[in-house]
């Protein structure tokens, strides 16, 4: 998978993903760019680069931690600082964009994501690599072509060499929102789907986004739309239940992040009720925040099995249920690519958008 012996490629790092920068420059046969980036005694984010990066490609690998405003501006001091040395081109590697879940109008908030896009664009960023965003619609907010990459391979490969009588499995959406995702693992494994309805945590798109704005009025056994704006009633969940049948089955549930891992536990809990024998969480993203380790540990989870998009090494010192999937395979061969100037559609061949 080398890239052809040349000067004109540079590959950078800051301080989110060293590990998964270096796995993708041995892949692509280059060294990682002398770039420092550190913080001064005020807590100012200071970049160094040591290389001259004149009219080269540079491709700054940068993902989304649990110290994500300093990852995203080290991300864009580093571009910025790139763009007015005369760099050739600037293409960010974020394997998991920051702030995506913010995506959708909250009720007299922002769009975050769309912020966070421009202000990439604005400091130099020409291209983005990432993968699995939560909504690939984010892919509109930017300026610049983006390259959504999919885990679902590696992780369909994961199911099948790893995960003994597989066939014997049911894929399991942990809300009706990620049936769609679901029903594309099912698909491509042959399995039946099972879909978890009537969660007590207030699914995202319910939360409040000014559909509630209206002031509440009397009710009324007559209705006069003439007199002011009709009250929104707010939506009540039904008891927690399994749509299917996982009696005596694997049970796989599928989502592109892990990051409370409670909704999980719940979910987890449930199933084994209804007769799961064994349960798996496969996700791309593994954030495992707060007490994740301790909570998985103690849960009825068998393996949570995410990708190196985001470091998780201490976690998975403390529970042994997290397994990992190396996507730096992915990743190397999307920049050979753009830098051989390549077709992109090999990597996305055979998979759908709900993926």
Do not use: W
């Not at 040591?50 to 540079?58: A, M, Q, T, Y």
């Not at 590697?93 to 879940?101: E, G, T």
């Not at 390259?147 to 490969?157: G, K, M, T, V, W």
């Not at 009025?217 to 927690?240: C, F, N, Q, W, Y």
Request: charged share 25%; proline share 5%.
């Amino acid at each position: 998978m080398d890239v052809p012996a040349s000067s004109d490629i540079m590959i950078i790092a800051g301080n989110s993903h060293p590990e998964l920068a270096n796995l993708v420059a041995i892949r692509l046969g280059v060294k990682t760019g002398g770039c420092s980036v550190y913080h001064k005694t005020n807590r100012e984010t200071m970049v160094e680069i040591g290389d001259s990066v004149r009219g080269k490609d540079i491709y700054i690998i940068q993902t989304g931690t649990k110290d994500v405003n300093n990852n995203i501006m080290e991300l864009l001091i580093m571009a910025y600082a790139c763009k007015t040395s005369s760099a050739k081109s600037i293409v960010g590697v974020i394997p998991y964009l920051p702030y995506s879940k913010q995506c959708k109008m909250r009720k007299r908030g922002c769009i975050v994501t769309k912020l966070l896009a421009k202000m990439m664009c604005k400091s130099g960023l020409t291209h983005i690599i990432t993968m699995d965003l939560h909504q690939k619609e984010i892919q509109g907010f930017f300026d610049c072509p983006v390259d959504n990459l999919r885990a679902s391979p590696f992780l369909l490969q994961y199911i099948q060499e790893c995960i003994p009588d597989y066939r014997n499995a049911v894929i399991v959406a942990r809300n009706p929102g990620s049936a769609k995702k679901a029903t594309s693992y099912a698909e491509r494994l042959r399995l039946g789907i099972a879909v978890i309805h009537g969660e007590q945590k207030e699914a995202e798109s319910d939360m409040v986004d000014g559909r509630y704005s209206p002031p509440a009025l009397p009710r009324s056994r007559t209705m006069d739309v003439s007199v002011g704006v009709p009250v929104h009633p707010a939506k009540e969940k039904p008891p927690i239940n399994v749509v299917g049948d996982v009696g005596g089955r694997i049970a796989i549930m599928v989502d592109d992040m892990v990051d409370d891992v409670q909704s999980f536990v719940a979910a987890a809990e449930v199933l084994k009720e209804r007769g799961a024998y064994k349960i798996y969480v496969m996700a791309t993203h593994g954030l495992l925040s707060c007490d994740a380790p301790r909570l998985i540990e103690d849960s009825p989870i068998d393996e949570v099995v995410v990708t190196n998009t985001i470091p998780h090494e201490l976690q998975k010192m403390q529970c042994h249920k997290i397994k990992t999937v190396d996507i730096s395979v992915l990743l190397s061969e999307a920049i050979r690519r753009i830098h051989n100037k390549e077709s992109m559609s090999y990597l996305f061949k055979n998979v759908t958008l709900e993926d």
